[in-house]
């Protein structure tokens, strides 16, 4: 692997310590003052009838097929199921919550890289790489692999996103496109960067990547050869500070 000048390691610790310095002299010298600042203000978030409202209409509609749900007031809400019920969700947001906009669909690996970060930025130089456990981001999850499609309705302005639990001995879920057409293009991006299998998609074909290519480069344990053979660019394009010579 290519070895960092010592004179790049330097300028960057140079400009690390200049920003540091330059945070503590603006910092406030009044130290109650400096406390009140510290204190967290109250955050009144007003409840979000429209996402409550629809969360009433999908758990009618869908039953104990949802098994997560989550508001984030004035910004949607969020519904998880499983594989099976993957496309009955997708036809209760659209004929229950009339959401006849689809937005995009895609997957999501959530195993932590076996690899690291391999950015070996100058952050990541002494950076102690401890293994990381699997973690889910709203409605939580119980496999690797999430399948995830944002709808959303016009009429009553609110967005769903739909996410369902893939088997992890082999990602597959019925295809979108009887319900959203839409789904066609993004369905087969998840086919051939993921490897997720799609029932009953009409057209299965490489949309990046040339024919017989062996892997899916969007699954976290795809090796990414460049970063191992050569060093990340942000470790030696070091940026001088405002006033710095060059």
């Known amino acids: 692997m290519t070895e960092v000048p010592e004179h790049l390691l330097k300028k960057a610790a140079e400009a690390r310590a200049k920003r540091e310095a330059a945070a503590g002299s603006s910092a406030p010298t009044d130290a109650p003052e400096a ?9 009144v978030v007003e409840p979000d009838t429209k996402a409550e409202e629809a969360l009433e209409v999908l758990k009618e509609a869908l039953g104990d097929a949802i098994l997560a749900s989550h508001i984030e007031p004035h910004r949607g809400l969020w519904i998880r199921v499983g594989a099976q019920d993957w496309r009955a969700a997708a036809s209760a947001a659209r004929d229950a919550l009339d959401c006849k906009f689809f937005d995009f669909l895609s997957a999501i690996d959530w195993l932590p890289s076996p690899y690291g970060r391999e950015l070996e930025a100058e952050q990541d130089l002494n950076e102690a790489k401890e293994p990381e456990e699997m973690s889910w981001g709203y409605t939580g999850g119980e496999t690797r692999f999430q399948m995830l499609a944002r709808v959303y309705s016009l009429s009553h302005h609110i967005g ?7 088997p992890d001995d082999e990602p597959r879920i019925d295809s979108l496109i009887p319900v959203y057409a839409g789904a066609n293009w993004h369905e087969r991006e998840a086919i051939e960067m993921f490897g997720i299998a799609v029932n009953d998609h009409p057209d299965v074909r490489n949309i990046y990547l040339p024919g017989g290519f062996e892997g899916h480069p969007m699954r ?8 191992r053979m050569k060093p990340w660019p942000g470790i030696v394009d070091v940026e001088l500070m405002p006033g710095d010579e060059s």
């Open 35 to 43: 406390k009140a600042k510290d204190e967290p203000e109250e955050v």
């Open 160 to 166: 769903v996103m739909i996410k369902a639990d893939l």
């Open 220 to 227: 976290k344990d795809y090796p990414l050869l460049a970063r």
